[in-house]
């Protein structure tokens, strides 16, 4: 068993005989995003999914190795004293008492779940961080042999690392040190621009289209020191986050003229340029860096994992770039994914097992959650008086296709949940992306998000070529692709002088939802072998309407965790403007439902992202 927990995006997985049975993040069980609590949910749902108990585990690995990160901390607020002590006086206690003694710590948490004596309890083991990402990346890859590229905030010391997967081993190249990251640089934007660090940088990348990049030497004459190998300096008079409380200081208000947005403040072009600048940067990065992994490795393919693989926009250029012949990204490519990197680096590396290279790639989809019965899934409904039919797969395709062609929203509950940040196809908000008003009805009355942020589309994997500019797939929802040009609408003059978020409204092609302001959209390639349903419901809607493409959205509202059962998904159903729920063969209608009463203002359920 795997664990990621104590930091952010806790989240347990668990392996058998090198194959992945169930991974989960703690924040589903708990409706807590981004909970960093030890994954006490996560952990009873993978065994109760194995079919094991505690006692009957090899390993428990736990993804970070906590001296080694008390090190850099240590050094860290050494090297920058006096500076940071208000910070150094925050975090040592909590390092003191709980993490510092983390093997201890853990042995606690599993006595107490589980009733187990210590020394009852399965070996505890430590992977490094970066081992961790790397382990989740190459070991479920297609790839006998790649170079492995991890890009993320930081690990213990490790910001950005490349390493070499062969067969069952990983071997360490090299890799760049903390202060000096990709991700934090990232990150100080996205404080910067007025969105929460660790989980607005996907804000940052979707506003990026709308600006322009003018601020790209700015940033490169006082902020970037970057080689033409993609290893970099930062200059760190211009940063916070080595000791302080926040990410960026005064000096970089000063060079970028004004203090950070308020959050839930007005978006003006200042942030949309920052935002273009800074995504044309991390880019640049990328590129140079993965150049350098295949001039020194001489592989053919490549696997990323860390915060920074989940930037689309750049995993989709180094697609097109062609330095690879095939890319492989992590789906849980964040912390939470280090869970199961962790699993399978024990697996693996520790105890030296056979590894046995699946054609596709051994994620299966990333169904890796729980689901329901039919008979729990009824109990439910039942119980509250919800009002509902049930039909055969067939029918349910075809009504539920004619629903969609005619505007309707609808929450798709199906099979086993996601693991990873991405609803692909198990836990996702579905509508018709030929509608022109559907970006604007799915952010505003259903998500009640930034009217900015685009949508997805989910497309049949045979069909992709034809209605994008992509050959290969895209099974996770993390490469960006443009519109083939056959589909494109064209601009008028006035249409193509309009200037910032007045760019919104404006159809850019024959499915003008998921088309971005720069004629892109992030893709999810849908297979029969990982998710028959889904594309079963794709079929039905492509034979109505000759259109083999939907949008796909997280099934939740802004600030809330993914839905896990039926009755997170019946009340996001309830509260928001969607028009039909699916549960299984279930279909319920909005308009035939029971009144919905709330005892309070349930928005305040769940902080801002």
């Known amino acids: 068993m795997g664990i990621s927990a104590f930091y952010h995006d806790s989240a347990a997985a668990i392996v058998i005989d090198g194959k992945i049975i169930a991974a989960a993040q703690e924040e589903r069980f708990t409706r ?68 510092f003694f983390l093997k201890d710590l853990l042995k606690k948490s599993f006595t107490k779940m589980s009733g187990l004596k210590p020394t009852q309890l399965p070996r505890i083991l430590f992977t490094e961080h970066h081992q961790a990402h790397a382990a989740s990346a190459f070991f479920p890859s297609p790839f006998e042999r790649a170079a492995v590229m991890c890009l993320d905030g930081v690990g213990e010391w490790a910001t950005s690392s490349v390493w070499l997967g062969n067969n069952n081993t990983l071997t360490a190249q090299w890799e760049l040190d903390f202060p000096h990251s990709l991700g934090l640089l990232y990150s100080a934007f996205t404080y910067y621009t007025g969105f929460k660090v660790n989980s607005g940088e996907y804000k940052l990348m979707g506003l990026a289209p709308y600006g322009v990049p003018k601020y790209v030497d700015l940033i490169y004459d006082h902020l970037l020191d970057l080689k033409h190998d993609g290893t970099f300096r930062l200059n760190l008079d211009y940063f916070n986050y080595p000791t302080g409380l926040t990410m960026t200081t005064k000096r970089f208000h000063e060079l970028f003229g004004g203090p950070p947005r308020k959050p839930e403040s007005p978006i003006t072009q200042k942030e949309m340029d920052l935002a273009s600048s800074i995504q044309v940067i991390t880019e640049d990065i990328v590129i140079k860096l993965a150049t350098t992994a295949k001039n020194e490795l001489q592989v053919d393919n490549l696997c990323l994992a860390g915060g920074v693989a989940l930037n689309c926009v750049a995993n989709g250029k180094l697609h097109k ?50 689901r329901q019965t039919s008979l729990e899934i009824k109990q439910y409904l039942d119980s509250i008086h919800a009002k509902y039919v049930e039909l055969d797969d067939s029918s349910l395709m075809k009504e539920v296709a004619t629903l969609l062609a005619n505007e309707h929203v609808i929450g798709w509950h199906q099979g086993r949940m996601e693991f990873g940040p991405r609803a692909l196809g198990g836990r996702s908000i579905i509508g018709d992306p030929r509608s022109p008003k559907m970006q604007s009805v799915m952010n505003l009355k259903i998500k009640y998000r930034e009217s900015f942020r685009p949508f997805a589309p989910v497309v049949k994997a045979d069909k992709v070529s034809e209605w994008f500019d992509f050959e290969g797939i895209s099974p996770y929802m993390l490469m960006v692709a443009p519109i083939a040009d056959k589909h494109k609408l064209p601009m008028s003059a006035k ?74 998904s019946y009340r996001c159903f309830m509260r928001t403007e969607m028009d039909c729920l699916v549960v299984e063969n279930i279909l319920l209608k909005k308009q035939d439902q029971p009144a919905w009463k709330e005892k309070s203002n349930w928005r305040e359920e769940f902080a801002l992202d």
């Not at 585990?57 to 006096?82: G, H, Q, S």
């Not at 790639?361 to 890796?368: A, E, K, P, V």
């Not at 849908?526 to 039905?540: C, G, I, M, S, W």
């Open 321 to 370: 770039n062609k330095i690879f012949k095939d890319i492989f990204v992590q789906p849980a490519a964040g912390d939470a994914g280090g869970a199961l990197g962790a699993a399978l680096s024990g697996w693996y590396e520790y105890y030296g097992n056979k590894r046995q290279v699946q054609p596709f790639d051994d994620m299966r989809g990333s169904y890796l959650g729980p």
């Open 495 to 568: 249409e193509e002088a309009l200037f910032g978020i007045e760019k919104l409204n404006v159809a850019r092609s024959t499915i003008p939802a998921i088309t971005h302001v720069d004629y892109s959209a992030r893709l999810q390639t849908v297979h029969k072998e990982t998710n028959p349903r889904f594309y079963q419901l794709l079929d039905a809607f492509e034979a109505l309407t000759g259109c083999p493409v939907l949008i796909n959205t997280s099934f939740n509202v802004r600030g809330e965790p993914i839905v896990c059962t039926v009755e997170d």
């Open 32 to 99: 807590k995003k981004h909970d960093p609590r030890f994954p006490e949910h996560a952990i009873r749902y993978c065994l109760r999914e194995a079919g094991i108990s505690l006692k009957a585990l090899d390993a428990i690995v736990f993804y970070d190795k906590p001296f080694v990160k008390f090190e850099r901390l240590l050094e860290t607020y050494l090297a920058f004293a006096p500076k940071g002590f208000v910070s150094f006086l925050q975090a040592m206690p909590v390092w003191i008492k709980e993490k």
